[in-house]
């Protein structure tokens, strides 16, 4: 484990040309698409087997940006990023980074982290996981099969692979991983961990207010009485029971995390036995995905890993820049106490940092 000094990132944000408050050059491309995977018809209210996705990659100069927003049309509550949709993708082969959103989030929540690695030269694949966004109705199995959302990514990088504009300009042999929050449990899933749910069981049986463990302001229905419940019905027993299965997805050459959760879903054991680099950061004031019980757990068990804590910051610190509306209207999600741009420079270097060393 590697544990880096946060002052330096801090430093390097500050002094370096911030430009995010403004749409970066070169310009990046932002694409739709749908892909198909049967478990998605288990977790999706409406039974359907899409994965939306949305691709973010380098663009042609020239195109015209525009800002990136969440919430009604004219008054948003977020501001994610900068992109130019559908713009011709500019000459190359990019490294892939696919990238999954916590829970009840979504790719373009996570659009301010996405835009900054396509501007850095990468293509961003960020999936909506089904029954578990805040686009779509949550459901049951959508929070419960959190497995499963490591299928989303993979089926959308097929899609991706099978796109005619995109696929002469990605290179998907050279491939990382993202994930927040619950994403970050994906992206272990993804990068070849398997989880014990049996193990998250027993773990919340013992630590009941561990931040995991509680319900999220996502979906505050959903307590744990309700999950154990829910996985021993017919409908998700058999899903449930194949939890443990093999889905990592090949090729997967770094993996960087924010504010990992559900790790205690893990053996330390397992997560030791991942071989590719591990980039984690976390806020020290995570009451969430409490660092002691997830992102620390990965660093002590993982001689790859490299840990980052941020003073002052907390779960809902990595979510996209909030609107004076926002602030308003969905203050539990943009009340922070540090720096937030600082926070996401921080972030979004040390991605860099991993996937400039594991990809290039």
């Not at 561990?210 to 409908?235: F, I, S, Y």
Request: contains cysteine.
């Amino acid at each position: 484990m590697q544990v880096v000094p946060y002052t330096f990132i801090l430093l390097t944000c500050l002094f370096a040309p911030l430009a995010w408050a403004a749409a970066p050059s070169p310009a990046v491309g932002e694409t739709h698409g749908v892909a198909h995977t049967p478990s998605a018809a288990v977790r999706d209210a409406g039974h359907s087997d899409q994965v939306r996705y949305t691709a973010w990659y380098p663009a042609q100069p020239g195109v015209q940006q525009q800002p990136l927003t969440i919430g009604p049309p004219g008054a948003p509550l977020f501001v994610a990023g900068y992109s130019a949709v559908d713009a011709p993708v500019a000459l190359g082969r990019w490294p892939v980074v696919l990238l999954s959103h916590g829970n009840g989030g979504s790719a373009r929540m996570m659009g301010w982290f996405g835009t900054a690695l396509a501007h850095a030269g990468y293509v961003v694949v960020a999936v909506d996981h089904p029954g578990n966004n805040g686009v779509d109705a949550m459901t049951e199995a959508g929070s419960i099969l959190t497995w499963n959302r490591a299928d989303d990514l993979a089926a959308a990088l097929a899609a991706v692979q099978a796109d005619p504009e995109l696929a002469p300009h990605v290179d998907a042999g050279r491939l990382g991983l993202v994930g927040y929050s619950a994403g970050g449990f994906t992206a272990l899933v993804a990068a070849g961990a398997r989880p014990d749910m049996s193990r998250l069981a027993a773990f919340c049986k013992a630590s009941p207010k561990d931040g995991v463990c509680m319900p999220q302001a996502e979906n505050p229905e959903m307590t744990l009485e309700r999950r154990m419940a829910a996985v021993a019905t017919p409908e998700l027993a058999p899903w449930v029971a194949r939890s443990a299965e093999d889905r990592r997805i090949p090729n997967v050459r770094a993996v960087f995390l924010m504010a990992p959760a559900i790790v205690q879903a893990f053996e330390p054991g397992d997560l030791a036995q991942l071989e590719v680099p591990l980039s984690v950061v976390v806020g020290e004031a995570d009451a969430i995905a409490s660092p002691a019980s997830n992102s620390k757990v990965i660093a002590d068990a993982n001689d790859n890993a490299r840990l980052q804590v941020l003073p002052l910051v907390g779960h809902y610190d990595f979510l996209a820049d909030c609107t004076e509306l926002g602030r308003e209207r969905v203050r539990e999600l943009c009340e922070v106490k540090a720096d937030k741009q600082a926070t996401h420079q921080a972030a979004i270097q040390q991605a860099r940092s991993l996937f400039d060393s594991a990809l290039r």
